[in-house]
């Protein structure tokens, strides 16, 4: 793969790694492939890269894919990217913080395809911030912290279910797609890592009447994850109204599916009107 290793030769830059950026980067060429086999990035997408550090996916990227936008906070990177990715004339760097950037304004002649090994400390915030974006993105493929994979992609009854599988379950087909050891990153992270992909459904399978209410009713539903259903709901509904609904309110948050969260807000919708 020509990115690490022609950076490696070319560069005149050194870089020492910033702890609060959450910067691990990428190491192993073999990782870097298969992530951009799993993108399969093509001439004519709309791509972004979050956090592209010292370019070790950015390069494969450009070779399929010559327009891209890079969102990249650190701002001693930016010489490292410009040495190595100024020769290509759609290649844009936003330094700013990807939890404050507007991905609308690069949405405007298609959907977005958005990438990112992404820092472990910042990951569900910006994933949240880009879910505000869904009806503006194609995919996202992400290198999150292991655990994190798994609790997006975790199903009711799964160990790892949670607020964050529902929230972005609610939005997004995911597939948990390969991990990734510490030893493919420098320096190496604590924790395992993997791949995952995130598809924004072109139609919603359950849709809330109001987003509001179903977000709030999964909070409160989570923030108690040891009370029973008809616990955590006082907060919301009557004891009548908990008594009509159709799922089994003596199960713990854990083991009611996105389907029902859904109709449970819906319920709640109806009964404020
Ligand atoms: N893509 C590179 C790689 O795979 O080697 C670097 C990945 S490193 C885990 C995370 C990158 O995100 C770093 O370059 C870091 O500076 C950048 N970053 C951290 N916080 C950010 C933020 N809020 N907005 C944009 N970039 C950020």
Redesign the pocket.
């Given at each position: 793969m020509a990115s690490h290793s022609s950076f490696e030769r070319n560069s005149a830059f050194t870089h020492q790694a910033k702890k609060r950026?959450?910067?691990?980067?990428?190491n192993n060429p073999d990782i870097i492939e298969r992530i951009v086999r799993s993108i399969a990035p093509t001439s004519e997408d709309n791509l972004v890269e979050?956090?592209?550090?010292?370019g070790?996916?950015t390069a494969p990227l450009l070779s399929h894919c010559p327009k891209l936008n890079v969102?990249?906070?650190?701002k001693h990177?930016i010489p490292i990217l410009l040495a190595q990715f100024a020769k290509y004339d759609h290649f844009t760097i936003h330094q700013v913080?990807?939890?404050k950037f507007d991905f609308d304004t690069l949405a405007h002649e298609k959907p977005l395809r958005i990438v990112g090994?992404?820092?472990y400390n910042?990951s569900t915030p910006i994933i949240f911030h880009l879910l505000s974006f869904q009806d503006k993105i194609f995919d996202m493929h992400f290198m999150l912290q292991k655990e994190v994979v798994e609790r997006i992609a975790a199903t009711a009854g799964e160990k790892s279910y949670g607020r964050l599988s529902v929230m972005v379950q609610y939005y997004c087909q995911v597939e948990n797609l390969f991990g990734v050891p510490p030893e493919s990153f420098t320096p190496q992270p604590k924790v395992d890592s993997a791949i995952v992909r995130l598809t924004p459904f072109k139609t919603l399978p359950f849709v809330a009447k109001d987003y509001g209410i179903f977000k709030k009713l999964v909070n409160i539903a989570f923030q108690q994850r040891r009370k029973t259903l008809r616990n955590s709901l006082k907060q919301l509904l009557s004891k009548d109204q908990i008594d009509t609904l159709p799922v089994d309110t003596s199960l713990r948050p854990e083991n009611i599916t996105l389907e029902e969260y859904v109709n449970i807000s819906n319920l709640i919708s109806n009964s404020e009107q």
């Open positions: 950026f959450g910067q691990n980067f990428l979050i956090g592209p550090g010292q070790a996916i969102i990249e906070i650190d990177l913080d990807a939890l090994n992404l820092p910042i």
